[in-house]
Every structure is written in structure tokens, then in C-alpha cells.
């Protein structure tokens, strides 16, 4: 498979979209450290770091790695009572030699005593209702009886209890992150493996929260095959429309795989949503090194106008009219301005698609003459140069208008 190039790296913003073509869904605000979720804030950037969290060294250096690069929220797994309790010098280490990072503890199979210890040490935790509670499967089961249901359904309030009134407490918050390959058996035979069934076991654990009068719950969804993730996700906004629920929702994809097609699936999955008003955090879940997600995040979000956080390029494919070599010649000036933040730059190859396609962009680099190309603020047509100055007086251009940076 083709190797691909390092991304360059991204500095989170706080420029967010406006943009009336998309109306976010209004979401009710969910602290995670110093980043709320929801509420109009900017959509919320997240990964993950794989290193054991036992290895504390190892995690202090991830987990800093992908916040310097943009990464807001970052998630921890804690399979154990000890990956829970090495949490807290993580969290000490973080303030003491870095700074503090909003930080998620992953909590799986019958994880109650594991979550309350690492509750203390976090800001959100992160449990999947598949799995909260272990339900032994029967080999000969052909269904569930109404008594066994409710069974389960009262242990899971007796173990989920001391978790939300310890979160609450704290006015710390949780996710419930509903993953398509884990519902339990029960979801299984009672709604089949269907996006009913995930917002089902959502909307289970959301009654249990309530019921404490805890509202600090953003949820997730995800499943591997895309048309499952959409349907699922729209399908929970629906049902909380119903029943008057605004929480905010994690996107991603899980298990997208890696490479051109990983961020192919994950973009089609986030951004349809997204595009619907559907979302206020994401992750790519890629099959790479954690730092390799975050560009993508924000690619996404850019291309849909929802933050602004590097420059956004607009350029012709080419074609018998360009007048210069348009895929090298983007690649200089991508070169010598991807460093800079909120601009829209146009790289066009010919005077008919230039000015009129370029028209909203900030500055524009237009082929007019064999030799000769043409810098644009905005509209206005500002000089003619030689092809082989274009790029740096380009530069100049900015930075006479004050919007130049030094890399």
C-alpha cells in the first residue's frame, strides 16, 4: 500500500462556522475538563493513545504528543483496578510538566469498582452498555422473558448507581458509547443487530442517569459499516426529539482500518452527519498512529465550514487552458503558506475559471499570460508578475495586508 505523507501539523482554534448552511442540533452543554461538548461550542476533537496506561512514562509522552497537536479530548483505556489507580500520577505528571488535559478513562466489562477509582483521577468516563454488566449467554437461548429482562436491567441500575453519583458529584461527566459489534445478548434478541437496538441500550442507561438527576452524558454510537453508523446516530436524535433529550453526540466510525480508505469510510460516516447538524465531538479511529487522526478531524471539519484551523485551498483539476504547471505550482504555494490560519487561498490555471470560482477567496494566484500571473485580494486584480516571482510576491502581498506569520 502507498505510503502516505506525514500531515503537517495542526494548532487547534477556536474559529468556528457560522455558516447558516449548517444549523447545528441544539445540545445541551457537558464539561470534559476545560472543553464543553455541545452547547454551540466548536465541535470537540478526540483520539486515543495505545500505550498501556501502566506504562506512565509512555502515556504522559502520548497523550502530550496528541494534545500539542490539536488533539482536545484524549482517551485512556483502563482494563484493571491497577491501569485505574496509575491514572491519577498520569493526571499529576500532565499539570506538573505540561498542563492539564481534558482526559477520558475507556471502562469495559464489569468495570463498576474499576470506574469509581478512576473517576477520581479523570474528567469523563467512558463506559459501553454492551458490556457494563455481563450477561452469560445460553447456547439454547431462543429468547428473553419480560422477568429476565428487568432482571438484568436492575443490575445494571445497582452498578451504574454508585458511577453517576460519583460523576455528579464531581460535576464530572460520562459517555455512553454504544458500539454496533458489542450490544448484549439481550438488546440482540430482543431488537436484533440493528441501529433500534443501540439507541435501546442508549436510551437504558440515559433513564438510569436521569433518574439520579444527572444530565452530563454525551453519547456514541459507532459501528465499522457506515450506512449503520448514519442510521443509528439520526435515528437516537429522533427518539430523543420524542422525548425531549438534547445530549450531545460523539461521531466516528469504529474500526475504519487505515490509509486512503479508512479516512474515505470515516469522512463519509462524520461528515453526512455532520453535514445534517448531527455531532459536537469526533474521532478517526484509524489503524495508525494515533497523531496520524487529528489532521483528518480537522479536514473534515474544515471542508464543512465548522472550524477554521488552517488555510483553506481552492484550486482548478487542470486543463488544456492552464497556463503553468498548476499541481506544481500549488504545491509552492501550499509550501510557503500552509503555516498560516483562516486564509482561503485560490490557485487557478486560466483567466475563464479564475476570478468568478475564486471569488470568496482571500487572495488568488490566476494564469493570464503565458509567463505572467496574476495576484488577487479578494475580486480586485493587484498586479502582474513574472510566473517565476509569483509565489514570493504573493507573500509580499499578505504580508502587506498584516496577515503574514513567520513559519
Sequence with gaps: MQTLPSPPTIIASNQYSTDPAI???????????????GGGHPVAVQSMINEDTLDIDGSVAAIR??????????????????????MEEIRDRLHKSYQPVPLVADVHHNGMK?????????????????????EKPKSDRTDYTSAEFDEIGSKIRETLEPLVISLRDQNKSMRIGVNHGSLSERMLFTYGDTPEGMVESALEFIRICEALNFYHIELSLKASRV???????????????????????????????????GRIKSTAGIGTLLAEGIGDTLRVSLTEAPEKEI????????????????VEYVACPSCGRTLFNLEEVLHQVRT??????????AVMGCIVNGPGEMADADYGYVGKQAGYISLYRGRNEIKK???????????????????????
Excluded at 444549523?23 to 476545560?34: D, I, L
Excluded at 504528543?65 to 496509575?86: D, F, Q, Y
Excluded at 489532521?295 to 488552517?310: E, S
Design 336 to 345: 510557503a503558506t500552509q503555516h498560516l490560519t483562516g486564509l482561503d487561498i
Design 295 to 310: 489532521p483528518v478531524c480537522y479536514g473534515i471539519l474544515q471542508a464543512l465550514g465548522l472550524r477554521k484551523t488552517m
Design 65 to 86: 504528543r496528541l494534545h500539542e497537536i490539536g488533539c482536545e479530548i484524549v482517551r485512556v483505556t483502563v482494563p484493571s483496578m491497577a491501569h485505574a489507580k496509575a
Design 227 to 261: 450506512p449503520v453508523m448514519i442510521a443509528a446516530n439520526r435515528l437516537m436524535v429522533k427518539r430523543m426529539d420524542e422525548l425531549g433529550m438534547d445530549y450531545p453526540i460523539h461521531l466516528g466510525v469504529t474500526e475504519a482500518g487505515d490509509g486512503e480508505y
Design 385 to 407: 508578475v513574472p510566473e517565476a516571482q509569483g509565489v514570493e510576491e504573493l507573500i509580499n502581498l499578505i504580508k502587506s495586508d498584516g496577515k503574514w506569520i513567520d513559519p
Design 114 to 134: 474499576i470506574a469509581l477509582e478512576v473517576a477520581h483521577h479523570v474528567d469523563n468516563v467512558r463506559i459501553n452498555p454492551g458490556l457494563y454488566v455481563f
Design 23 to 37: 444549523q447545528r442540533r441544539k445540545t445541551r452543554p457537558v464539561p470534559v475538563g476545560s472543553i464543553t461538548i
